[in-house]
């Protein structure tokens, strides 16, 4: 089912690795909590870099709070974050996790 765009609040879901066209990729699922979509997913797609700028560091800042660069070095639990309750922007086809 297609979700329209707005903001939902959501909880972390799922995360996994996989690969495609692009290699080694991360899927990070959120749920949608209450409202017309309650239990809805949506999934995000990205890469596996987690430098201070990248997409995967800017999602791991919204559901943890501020990412130390040692911690970007070293890498974060994403297992870990599962559970963390935030809220999600959809929009076209897109969508970002904000705490």
Do not use: W
Request: aromatic letters at 6%; charged letters at 25%.
């Amino acid at each position: 089912a297609n979700i329209p765009d707005g903001i939902y609040e959501a909880v972390l879901a799922d995360v996994r690795l996989f690969e495609n066209s692009f290699g080694e990729r991360i899927a990070v699922e959120f749920r949608i909590q209450g409202g017309d979509h309650d239990g809805a997913k949506v999934t995000r797609s990205t890469s596996t870099s987690l430098t201070p700028m990248s997409r995967l560091a800017d999602m791991v800042r919204s559901l943890k709070g501020d990412v130390s660069d040692l911690e970007t070095e070293a890498g974060v639990d994403l297992e870990a974050l599962k559970g963390t309750h935030c809220k999600v922007l959809v929009a076209i086809g897109d969508f970002a996790c904000k705490n």
